[in-house]
């Protein structure tokens, strides 16, 4: 086997792992970075950016219906065979060779295969060694989790990753989980005209977000997309069939020619031979760090992106790489963005976009709350743009601080409307100072002033 040498050796070269490569690599580290699959990660090919390819010819299309003149009848249909050509040509076809030349350009070294801890600072991928002479930082990401269901393990069953990428439209298709996930994809493949049947044992979708935000969410899915949901559902097992038979408890059977599972998440952490280096995850499988990202507060190991199990969004990963990276080149940072709430977006139609808490949650947190709540729609700029869309608009306040703590905005791309909240609550800006921040006419962005004004009131 062959022995190289780097300052640093990032585990997983997806956003997380990209983005503290190039900065180590930019501030004079020699870097390796290791990948089993797709240079890109899961969110390049197989998640985030197939989906929203998926989701994003019907609201095209919604939006276009909705303005007199523009040649769109209520009969017009989407071509399902040149949708799922431009998702394939949004993910490169499987193909990442248009992301190495940013790796050359730093003078990275992407070593193809599965990484593993073979001593302190020592990984082993195919026939060489990597020793990090300063640090290795894990960013192996996460896979699709798998429910403990009877029968479950027998049949054949999608994932993120066969969900965003199958080549053909399913006639019918049963969806396990009704978070971000299964809303998404539910409403992606009934658009091109799927029979979906959606399954959450929960009482509304999107459990983690405010109860409109799924109530509005299901409304949609049921009326627009007619998809089948089943709120508070248990799934008891499920078996072949004609297709896979589903069998919920004292609810009968449901069945469909696709079994998308879509209950959650695992980190890749065990096949990294970390006993070699008396590292344990936790019990869910996550390496633990502390705010700057150190596992175990070591400061030559560091953990970012889904496999520490902080918030599991690609933009988190970014943040921790960067906070990693400061930490490594000297700058102490500590990471917060996590603990006040971090921005997420769910990007079905309507859309749900948040930051922070929702009310139950800071009633949790001991804080004395409030609610201020407008339409989405309830500005000069909705009249141009998703107009009479409907959607709700929500501030929770912090009424000894006079400040915000959450967002939670749904309708017509309300993802748009996040940032400001996201800044005004990362920076802790009280209501007298923010009401300072002109929103321009005729915009959107106008329902900050309708909420100001609530406020208030």
């Keep these: 086997m062959t022995d190289k040498t780097y300052d640093a050796v990032v585990l997983g070269a997806g956003p997380a792992g990209e983005v503290v490569a190039g900065r180590l690599?930019?501030?004079?580290?020699?870097?390796?970075?290791?990948?089993?699959?797709?240079?890109?990660?899961?969110?390049?090919?197989?998640?985030?950016?197939?989906?929203?390819?998926?989701?994003?010819?019907?609201d095209v299309l919604a939006e276009a219906r909705r303005i007199p003149g523009v040649p769109v009848g209520d009969d017009a249909e989407l071509d399902p065979a040149a949708v799922l050509a431009r998702r394939d040509a949004v993910i490169h076809d499987g193909d990442d060779s248009g992301q190495l030349p940013w790796l050359d350009e730093r003078g990275i070294d992407l070593h193809r295969g599965a990484g593993r801890f073979v001593g302190e600072r020592r990984i082993a991928v195919g026939d060489a060694i990597l020793s990090a002479a300063r640090a290795v930082v894990v960013a192996t990401g996460s896979g699709a989790a798998m429910p403990p269901i009877d029968g479950l393990g027998a049949v054949r069953t999608w994932n993120n990753r066969d969900a965003t990428t199958a080549a053909k439209v399913p006639a019918s298709m049963v969806v396990l989980g009704g978070g971000p996930v299964g809303s998404e994809l539910s409403q992606a493949w009934a658009s091109l005209g799927t029979k979906v049947t959606l399954i959450d044992a929960g009482d509304h979708l999107l459990g983690r977000e405010e109860p409109f935000a799924g109530e509005e969410v299901a409304a949609a899915l049921r009326g627009r997309f007619g998809v089948d949901v089943r709120l508070g559902a248990e799934v008891s097992s499920v078996r072949a069939g004609g297709g896979v038979v589903v069998e919920l408890s004292g609810a009968g059977t449901v069945e469909g020619e696709e079994l998308l599972v879509a209950v959650g998440r695992r980190p890749h952490t065990d096949m990294l031979g970390l006993a070699t280096i008396e590292i344990e995850p936790d019990d869910r499988g996550f390496l633990e760090v502390d705010d700057r990202m150190r596992v175990g507060g070591r400061d030559d190991l560091f953990a970012i992106g889904d496999v520490n199990g902080r918030a599991l969004f690609t933009h988190v990963g970014k943040y921790q790489a960067w906070i990693a990276a400061e930490n490594l080149l000297g700058r102490e940072v500590a990471a917060i963005a996590e603990t006040i709430g971090s921005p997420r977006v769910t990007f079905t139609d309507p859309q749900v976009a948040a930051v922070g808490r929702s009310l139950a949650e800071a009633e949790a947190d001991d804080i004395d709350a409030r609610v201020v709540e407008v339409p989405t729609d309830a500005s000069a700029g909705a009249s141009f743009q998703g107009k009479g869309t409907g959607g709700r608009s929500r501030l929770v306040i912090d009424q000894a601080t006079d400040t915000i703590v959450g967002a939670t905005f749904t309708g017509f791309e309300t993802a748009d409307l996040l940032q400001a909240a996201t800044l005004a609550i990362v920076a802790e800006i009280p209501r007298a100072r923010l009401r300072h921040a002109v929103a321009p006419y005729p915009t959107r962005s106008e329902v900050w002033l309708k909420l100001l004004e609530k406020w208030e009131a």
């Design 25 to 58: 690599a930019e501030a004079g580290w020699k870097v390796a970075i290791v990948e089993r699959d797709l240079v890109g990660g899961e969110c390049s090919y197989y998640a985030c950016m197939p989906s929203k390819a998926l989701l994003r010819p019907a």
